[in-house]
């Protein structure tokens, strides 16, 4: 690969690292050809894109700065063969089928990743796997907004329905005189 070639997959891995929500990193060394293909294929439903990153580009994509201080110190300790899953939609749900992939094959090994510009540890992807998704996490926040108001409505109607209560206690009292 000449020069040439590595600024320009320098410069296309560039612009996934900066569209992807998260970008998971891990040692695939040992891994056979239809493993990885079952990775991308499971991957591939979550709008998540894998690539091998090839040390030197990792270093020049870096080189400027432009993802952060953070990021270039990351790929100054990129040693091995590093595959890297670009999640461009959900990052909790990339997270949850790398770590799955992670826990089933002992040869595939999850190292510290980025999140946006920040790094994060291989507990902090794993944490990130362990997130419920998007559709779910916002269906709990809906709930906790409507809540307050559910419960405010419960009380206003509670009023009304004892004082309807009591007076249909003192109609029946009144209709019944022995009771």
């Known amino acids: 690969m000449n020069r040439t070639e590595k600024a320009e997959l320098a410069a296309t891995l560039k612009e996934k690292f900066n569209q992807a929500q998260v970008a998971i990193f891990a040692d695939y060394k040992g891994m056979s050809a239809t493993q990885a293909d079952d990775l991308r294929r499971a991957l591939r439903t979550h709008k998540t894109e894998v690539k091998v990153l090839k040390n030197n580009v990792a270093r020049l994509i870096t080189k ?24 461009f939609g959900d990052p909790a749900a990339a997270a949850k089928v790398i ?6 094959n002992e040869a595939f090994k999850l190292k510290e990743s980025l999140m946006g510009q920040k790094r994060i540890d291989v507990s902090g992807v794993e944490a990130l796997a362990k997130l419920p998704s998007k559709e779910v996490l916002m269906a709990q926040l809906l709930g906790s907004m409507n809540a307050p108001i559910t419960n405010f409505v419960g009380v206003l109607a509670a009023v009304p329905r004892s004082l309807v209560t009591v007076l249909a206690a003192i109609e ?5 005189p022995q009771a």
């Open 64 to 87: 400027e700065g432009a993802l952060g201080q953070e990021a270039k110190a990351l790929m100054d300790t990129v040693v091995g063969p590093t595959l890297v899953a670009f999640a």
């Open 99 to 104: 770590h799955k992939f992670a826990q089933d």
């Open 172 to 176: 029946k009292k009144k209709a019944d």
